[in-house]
């Protein structure tokens, strides 16, 4: 068992708290452009718990249960984000072939979206991010049933349905990413 007096400082907590907070932001943010930013958020808790434990004595510092759930929340942020693409897209007939190219086109047109919005600032890359990958996903599908001599009609209902389901599957994944930001400060600070 570790105790207080083995342990760092209250100052270096504190250093490395606020560290960790922008850190899990920039995380955060990197989920926009279809990065995986919710894991990044997990690997610094990890860290976080290795090198700032828990101890008797301080409030301070990080437990594994607390990475086991921040663990839990980025894989239900996957599953949101992927399963709400594939779903929309399948439920209408999608291909295999059109979900695959639908997520490729999504991380093609989330990084994209991001360089066209970059000139205004912070919220222009982060909207046209989320912008940018519904079209990817649009486009991708579209190519995929083409690819396989779908009329147009249904190129573009399955193309629809894999760019609603990409944009919800995205807010539904930061929202967990935002909710995972907020664990992880609380956690740090107030547990």
Do not use: Q
């Not at 759930?69 to 399948?90: D, M, P, Q, R, Y």
């Not at 147009?152 to 894999?162: C, L, M």
Request: hydrophobic residues 55%; aromatic residues 10%; contains cysteine.
């Amino acid at each position: 068992m570790i105790v207080a007096s083995d342990m760092p400082s209250d100052w270096v907590y504190h250093v490395c708290g606020v560290l960790l907070v922008v850190a899990n932001v920039a995380a955060w943010v990197a989920t926009f452009f279809t990065l995986p930013g919710t894991w990044v958020i997990v690997g610094l808790m990890a860290l976080a718990a290795w090198f700032l434990p828990e101890s008797e004595g301080r409030t301070l510092g990080v437990g594994w249960g607390e990475v086991a759930v921040l663990a839990g929340l980025a894989g239900l942020g996957e599953l949101l984000e992927f399963a709400s693409g594939a779903a929309g897209a399948k439920k209408v007939g999608a291909s295999r072939r059109s979900i695959v190219l639908s997520l490729i086109g999504a991380a093609v047109g989330s990084i994209a979206g991001a360089a066209v919005g970059f000139p205004v600032p912070i919220v222009g890359p982060i909207f046209a991010a989320v912008f940018g990958g519904g079209l990817g996903a649009f486009g991708g599908a579209y190519l995929g049933e083409a690819w396989k001599g779908r009329g147009h009609s249904e190129r573009i209902t399955v193309g629809k349905s894999a760019l609603i389901g990409r944009v919800l599957g995205t807010v539904g994944k930061l929202s967990v990413g935002l909710l995972m930001v907020v664990v992880a400060a609380t956690v740090f600070w107030w547990s």
